[in-house]
């Protein structure tokens, strides 16, 4: 195994029992056309957002993969992990952050608006050989936002007032407290 692989096995369930600082992190953006990889290439659909809408976090955040909850416009609140980097297998020539929210959605979501709750952080990002076990780590990262954010002082943010409120400020990273 190269010394960019994340070792097996892995923890099924990461951060602390009860949400530390910098977390949550709140941001909102709009759901843009990205290179089209995560559906068409991995099967695992992924909403980028504006460049502007996570300036600030892409500025602020190490690369790698991170998890919370997130929504689309006024829908329901799901569970989510968030790609933030380079994503070094397709040798990206720009940062970029991508939500894949854990629901099977109908159709696209392009144009709406995206509200997030960063949570906490799972692992770097890596470099891979081959797709398949790029594939295989986002899938375990999917167990792992799962199992982390079922425990009830995560839980309790996926009804955090954040995502009852309207859309009433432009798309922008921010803290809230």
């Known amino acids: 195994m190269s010394n960019n692989q994340v070792p ?4 099924e369930i990461v951060g602390p029992q009860e949400v530390q600082p910098p977390y949550p992190i709140f941001f909102q953006g709009e759901v843009v056309h990205g290179f089209g990889r995560g559906s068409r290439e991995m099967g695992i659909p992924t909403a980028n957002i504006l460049e502007s ?23 329901e609140v799901y569970p989510m992990v968030m790609s933030v980097g380079w994503n070094p297998y397709y040798n990206n020539e720009k940062r970029t952050a991508e939500i894949h929210i854990m629901h099977s959605f109908p159709q696209d979501f392009y144009g709406q608006q995206v509200r ?56 922008r990273a921010e803290e809230q407290k």
Do not use: C, T, W
């Not at 097996?8 to 923890?11: G, I, L, S, V, Y």
């Not at 190490?62 to 416009?73: N, P």
């Open 8 to 11: 097996n096995p892995r923890p």
């Open 53 to 75: 809408a996570v300036q600030e976090l892409l500025k602020e955040r190490e690369s790698g993969v991170y998890y919370g909850f997130a929504q689309v416009a006024d829908g």
């Open 116 to 171: 997030a709750a960063v949570m906490g952080y799972i692992r770097p990002e890596l470099d891979y050989e081959g797709i398949d076990k790029l594939i295989a780590d986002i899938h375990f990262d999917i167990k792992v936002a799962h199992n982390s954010l079922s425990r009830p002082d995560y839980e309790r943010y996926k009804h955090s007032s954040f995502f009852q409120s309207p859309s009433k400020s432009p798309a």
